[in-house]
């Protein structure tokens, strides 16, 4: 059976004494929930997200990482890093790592096997763009982005990956897929995957919707089938935000 998740994405947010206020008040806020809830501060501040919430159940997650072991790769964290200070998920392909740092999909395939060669979780994120949407082109370019980072994973391997469908017309904008398109991407996803793969592989991937999810429209864009969870930006910055779209799910 396939979790639930609220994932919040911190971007480059939070000083560390933001970060430990944050984590305090999260912990103590956190609701009773079946779903999985993880935070991702910025790398600086990782290593004493993971010690603040040692007795917590919320994990700390990486924004990114490099597909590299190790070496002369100046600016950069591998998977060693992050296992090495207990953190084992990792997003990536985020389309703000697409659109400023050039991540291709080849690239962003890199990385998935390299996080999975080394038994992370990775937190895949993909979606299209506007012009996509206007011209029609959403589910092609969502399908190609699925086929070129993951289809050649063996189907064992899905059970590392969690999916993240972020249309990027709506990050950071306050416009909101609707329930309904949400859904609509959710199920072609899943049958995307089904073709690929097979029914218990698409059965069982975790597909977090996120574009400005709020307290106010997280409970509708939860009540979806298809859709598991949500990968929270802005709103994850706010404690009681965050807890309220936790609450929802
Ligand atoms: P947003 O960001 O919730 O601020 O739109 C979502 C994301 O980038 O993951």
């Excluded at 008040?25 to 501060?41: Q, Y």
Aim: proline residues 2%; aromatic residues 8%; negative net charge.
């Amino acid at each position: 059976m396939r979790s639930k998740i609220v994932a919040g994405n911190w971007k480059m947010n939070k000083n560390l004494e933001e970060t430990e206020a944050l984590l305090a008040e999260l912990s103590a806020k956190l609701p009773d929930t079946n779903a999985e809830v993880m935070v991702a501060p910025t790398y600086v501040n990782l290593n004493n997200a993971v010690r603040h919430l040692e007795s917590s159940k919320i994990e700390v997650i990486a924004q990114n990482m490099h597909f590299a072991e190790s070496g002369a790769y100046t600016g950069e964290i591998s998977a060693d890093m992050l296992l090495n200070i207990g953190i084992d998920t990792v997003i990536i392909g985020h389309s703000e790592r697409r659109a400023y740092f050039g991540e291709t999909d080849e690239i962003l395939a890199k990385k998935v096997s390299a996080a999975l060669k080394k038994g992370m979780r990775v937190m895949f994120c993909f979606g299209e763009e506007l012009e996509d949407r206007k011209s029609g082109n959403h589910f092609k370019v969502v399908e190609s982005q699925l086929k070129n980072a993951l289809f050649s994973l063996e189907a064992s391997e899905w059970s590392k990956i969690i999916l993240a469908y972020e249309p990027v017309w709506a990050i950071g904008t306050g416009e909101t897929a609707s329930p309904e398109q949400a859904q609509e991407m959710h199920a072609f996803i899943r049958k995307t995957i089904m073709e690929a793969y097979d029914t218990s592989v698409a059965t069982n991937i975790s597909i977090l919707y996120g574009g400005s999810v709020k307290p106010g429209n997280a409970e509708e864009i939860f009540s979806k089938p298809d859709v598991d969870g949500g990968l929270i930006g802005g709103a994850s910055l706010i404690a009681d935000d965050f807890i309220a779209i936790i609450k929802a799910i």
